[in-house]
T-cell receptor
Framework: KAGVTQTPRYLIKTRGQQVTLSCSPI?????VSWYQQTPGQGLQFLFE???????NKGNFPGRFSGRQFSNSRSEMNVSTLELGDSALYLC??????????????FGAGSRLTVL | DAKTTQPPSMDCAEGRAANLPCNHS???????VYWYRQIHSQGPQYIIH???NNETNEMASLIITEDRKSSTLILPHATLRDTAVYYC?????????????FGKGTKLTVNP
Protein backbone atom coordinates (compact mmCIF):
# COMPACT_ATOMS: atom_id res chain seq x y z
CA LYS A 1 0.00 0.00 0.00
CA ALA A 2 1.07 3.58 -0.54
CA GLY A 3 3.03 5.20 2.26
CA VAL A 4 2.75 8.63 3.80
CA THR A 5 3.28 11.33 1.19
CA GLN A 6 4.58 14.78 2.05
CA THR A 7 4.75 17.71 -0.33
CA PRO A 8 6.76 19.64 -1.19
CA ARG A 9 9.98 17.79 -0.40
CA TYR A 10 12.14 20.91 -0.47
CA LEU A 11 11.33 24.58 -0.31
CA ILE A 12 13.07 27.87 0.32
CA LYS A 13 11.35 30.87 1.86
CA THR A 14 12.43 34.23 3.21
CA ARG A 15 11.86 35.64 6.67
CA GLY A 16 8.36 36.97 7.21
CA GLN A 17 6.75 34.73 4.60
CA GLN A 18 4.38 31.92 5.37
CA VAL A 19 4.45 28.30 4.26
CA THR A 20 1.97 25.45 3.95
CA LEU A 21 3.06 21.82 3.98
CA SER A 22 0.87 18.90 3.02
CA CYS A 23 0.65 15.33 4.28
CA SER A 24 -1.38 12.48 2.81
CA PRO A 25 -1.66 9.61 5.29
CA ILE A 26 -1.89 5.91 4.62
CA UNK A 27 -5.39 4.99 3.53
CA UNK A 28 -7.53 4.18 6.54
CA UNK A 29 -5.32 6.03 9.01
CA UNK A 30 -7.25 8.70 10.88
CA UNK A 31 -4.47 10.18 13.00
CA VAL A 32 -1.86 12.53 11.57
CA SER A 33 0.90 14.02 13.71
CA TRP A 34 3.56 16.57 12.80
CA TYR A 35 7.15 16.92 13.97
CA GLN A 36 9.96 19.43 13.55
CA GLN A 37 13.52 18.14 13.36
CA THR A 38 16.54 20.39 13.75
CA PRO A 39 20.17 19.53 14.53
CA GLY A 40 20.02 21.35 17.84
CA GLN A 41 16.64 20.28 19.19
CA GLY A 42 16.16 16.92 17.54
CA LEU A 43 12.70 15.61 16.77
CA GLN A 44 9.98 17.65 18.45
CA PHE A 45 6.25 17.03 18.45
CA LEU A 46 4.12 19.82 16.95
CA PHE A 47 0.54 18.53 17.04
CA GLU A 48 -1.75 15.65 16.25
CA UNK A 49 -5.02 15.65 14.36
CA UNK A 50 -7.72 13.03 14.50
CA UNK A 51 -11.07 13.18 12.70
CA UNK A 52 -10.45 16.80 11.65
CA UNK A 53 -9.80 17.93 15.23
CA UNK A 54 -6.54 18.90 16.88
CA UNK A 55 -6.28 16.39 19.69
CA ASN A 56 -2.79 16.96 21.06
CA LYS A 57 -0.39 19.86 20.90
CA GLY A 58 3.31 20.37 21.60
CA ASN A 59 5.08 23.46 22.87
CA PHE A 60 5.28 25.58 19.74
CA PRO A 61 4.10 29.17 19.26
CA GLY A 62 0.82 30.02 17.59
CA ARG A 63 2.62 30.73 14.32
CA PHE A 64 2.51 26.96 13.83
CA SER A 65 -0.94 25.70 12.97
CA GLY A 66 -2.53 22.86 11.15
CA ARG A 67 -5.73 21.31 10.00
CA GLN A 68 -7.07 18.01 8.83
CA PHE A 69 -9.61 17.38 6.11
CA SER A 70 -12.43 14.85 5.97
CA ASN A 71 -10.24 12.48 3.93
CA SER A 72 -7.62 12.62 6.74
CA ARG A 73 -5.15 14.60 4.65
CA SER A 74 -3.47 17.23 6.76
CA GLU A 75 -1.73 20.53 6.25
CA MET A 76 0.47 22.53 8.53
CA ASN A 77 1.13 26.22 8.20
CA VAL A 78 3.89 28.37 9.58
CA SER A 79 3.34 32.12 9.43
CA THR A 80 5.85 34.94 9.75
CA LEU A 81 8.79 32.65 9.15
CA GLU A 82 11.94 33.04 11.19
CA LEU A 83 15.44 31.77 10.45
CA GLY A 84 15.05 29.24 13.27
CA ASP A 85 12.13 27.62 11.48
CA SER A 86 14.54 26.05 9.02
CA ALA A 87 14.08 22.36 9.63
CA LEU A 88 12.90 19.02 8.37
CA TYR A 89 9.16 18.78 8.95
CA LEU A 90 7.87 15.26 9.28
CA CYS A 91 4.37 13.95 9.40
CA UNK A 92 3.30 10.53 10.56
CA UNK A 93 0.03 8.68 10.34
CA UNK A 94 -1.46 5.90 12.40
CA UNK A 95 -4.78 4.15 12.68
CA UNK A 96 -6.01 5.72 15.88
CA UNK A 97 -3.41 7.92 17.55
CA UNK A 98 -0.16 8.17 19.50
CA UNK A 99 -0.60 5.63 22.24
CA UNK A 100 -1.43 2.04 22.83
CA UNK A 101 -0.49 -0.36 20.10
CA UNK A 102 -0.64 2.35 17.42
CA UNK A 103 2.38 2.38 15.15
CA UNK A 104 3.44 5.55 13.38
CA UNK A 105 4.37 5.54 9.71
CA PHE A 106 6.43 8.57 8.79
CA GLY A 107 6.70 10.40 5.53
CA ALA A 108 10.02 11.42 3.99
CA GLY A 109 9.64 14.96 5.24
CA SER A 110 9.59 18.47 3.85
CA ARG A 111 12.88 20.33 4.20
CA LEU A 112 12.28 24.03 4.74
CA THR A 113 15.06 26.57 4.45
CA VAL A 114 14.37 30.12 5.60
CA LEU A 115 16.71 32.79 4.28
CA ASP B 1 11.94 16.43 28.95
CA ALA B 2 12.52 13.00 27.39
CA LYS B 3 11.18 10.12 29.45
CA THR B 4 13.85 7.78 28.15
CA THR B 5 17.63 7.65 28.48
CA GLN B 6 19.84 6.12 25.83
CA PRO B 7 23.61 6.10 25.25
CA PRO B 8 24.48 8.70 22.61
CA SER B 9 26.47 6.33 20.44
CA MET B 10 27.42 2.69 19.99
CA ASP B 11 29.53 0.68 17.58
CA CYS B 12 28.94 -2.83 16.33
CA ALA B 13 30.79 -5.14 13.97
CA GLU B 14 28.94 -6.30 10.88
CA GLY B 15 27.33 -9.69 11.42
CA ARG B 16 27.36 -9.39 15.19
CA ALA B 17 24.38 -8.68 17.41
CA ALA B 18 23.73 -5.06 18.31
CA ASN B 19 22.20 -4.55 21.76
CA LEU B 20 20.80 -1.07 22.32
CA PRO B 21 19.73 -0.26 25.88
CA CYS B 22 17.08 2.18 27.01
CA ASN B 23 16.08 3.35 30.46
CA HIS B 24 12.45 4.35 31.01
CA SER B 25 12.17 4.23 34.79
CA UNK B 26 9.07 6.45 34.99
CA UNK B 27 6.97 4.44 32.56
CA UNK B 28 3.36 3.85 33.58
CA UNK B 29 1.84 0.42 33.77
CA UNK B 30 -0.20 0.72 30.60
CA UNK B 31 2.33 2.48 28.39
CA UNK B 32 4.09 0.81 25.52
CA VAL B 33 7.76 1.16 24.65
CA TYR B 34 8.34 1.95 20.98
CA TRP B 35 11.53 1.75 18.95
CA TYR B 36 12.09 3.68 15.75
CA ARG B 37 15.21 4.33 13.75
CA GLN B 38 16.19 7.11 11.39
CA ILE B 39 18.66 6.75 8.61
CA HIS B 40 20.25 10.06 7.73
CA SER B 41 17.68 12.66 6.61
CA GLN B 42 14.93 10.09 6.05
CA GLY B 43 11.72 9.79 8.03
CA PRO B 44 11.91 7.56 11.11
CA GLN B 45 11.07 3.92 10.56
CA TYR B 46 9.12 1.80 13.00
CA ILE B 47 11.01 -1.20 14.35
CA ILE B 48 9.10 -2.80 17.20
CA HIS B 49 7.04 -2.08 20.30
CA UNK B 50 6.10 -3.88 23.48
CA UNK B 51 4.20 -3.61 26.74
CA UNK B 52 5.34 -6.32 29.13
CA ASN B 53 6.45 -9.38 27.25
CA ASN B 54 9.47 -9.75 25.05
CA GLU B 55 8.68 -9.24 21.40
CA THR B 56 10.29 -10.38 18.15
CA ASN B 57 9.63 -9.52 14.55
CA GLU B 58 11.51 -9.79 11.30
CA MET B 59 13.64 -6.77 12.13
CA ALA B 60 14.55 -7.11 15.79
CA SER B 61 13.82 -8.40 19.26
CA LEU B 62 12.74 -6.33 22.23
CA ILE B 63 13.60 -7.44 25.75
CA ILE B 64 11.71 -5.62 28.53
CA THR B 65 12.79 -6.08 32.13
CA GLU B 66 10.26 -7.48 34.56
CA ASP B 67 9.92 -4.13 36.36
CA ARG B 68 9.52 -2.45 32.94
CA LYS B 69 12.04 0.24 33.83
CA SER B 70 14.38 -0.61 30.98
CA SER B 71 14.49 -2.43 27.70
CA THR B 72 16.99 -3.61 25.12
CA LEU B 73 16.58 -3.63 21.37
CA ILE B 74 18.49 -6.47 19.73
CA LEU B 75 19.46 -6.52 16.07
CA PRO B 76 20.62 -10.14 15.81
CA HIS B 77 22.93 -9.84 12.80
CA ALA B 78 23.74 -6.20 12.18
CA THR B 79 24.49 -5.07 8.64
CA LEU B 80 25.94 -1.84 7.32
CA ARG B 81 22.40 -0.77 6.43
CA ASP B 82 21.51 -0.81 10.13
CA THR B 83 23.70 2.24 10.71
CA ALA B 84 21.17 4.81 11.96
CA VAL B 85 19.94 6.74 14.97
CA TYR B 86 17.74 4.53 17.14
CA TYR B 87 15.02 6.10 19.26
CA CYS B 88 13.39 4.50 22.28
CA UNK B 89 10.11 6.26 22.99
CA UNK B 90 7.32 6.23 25.52
CA UNK B 91 4.27 8.41 25.61
CA UNK B 92 4.42 11.66 27.55
CA UNK B 93 1.28 13.15 29.00
CA UNK B 94 1.41 16.79 30.14
CA UNK B 95 -1.17 19.50 30.55
CA UNK B 96 -3.97 17.47 29.04
CA UNK B 97 -2.00 16.64 25.95
CA UNK B 98 -0.15 13.51 24.99
CA UNK B 99 2.82 13.26 22.70
CA UNK B 100 5.75 11.08 21.86
CA UNK B 101 9.09 12.49 23.02
CA PHE B 102 11.95 11.23 20.90
CA GLY B 103 15.00 12.36 22.88
CA LYS B 104 18.44 12.26 21.29
CA GLY B 105 18.52 8.55 20.49
CA THR B 106 21.54 6.28 20.04
CA LYS B 107 23.66 6.63 16.93
CA LEU B 108 24.57 3.07 15.98
CA THR B 109 27.49 2.64 13.63
CA VAL B 110 27.94 -0.80 12.10
CA ASN B 111 31.53 -1.30 11.00
CA PRO B 112 32.70 -3.71 8.28
Amino acid sequence: KAGVTQTPRYLIKTRGQQVTLSCSPISGHRSVSWYQQTPGQGLQFLFEYFSETQRNKGNFPGRFSGRQFSNSRSEMNVSTLELGDSALYLCASSLEGLSGANVLTFGAGSRLTVL
Amino acid sequence: DAKTTQPPSMDCAEGRAANLPCNHSTISGNEYVYWYRQIHSQGPQYIIHGLKNNETNEMASLIITEDRKSSTLILPHATLRDTAVYYCIVRDYQGGSEKLVFGKGTKLTVNP
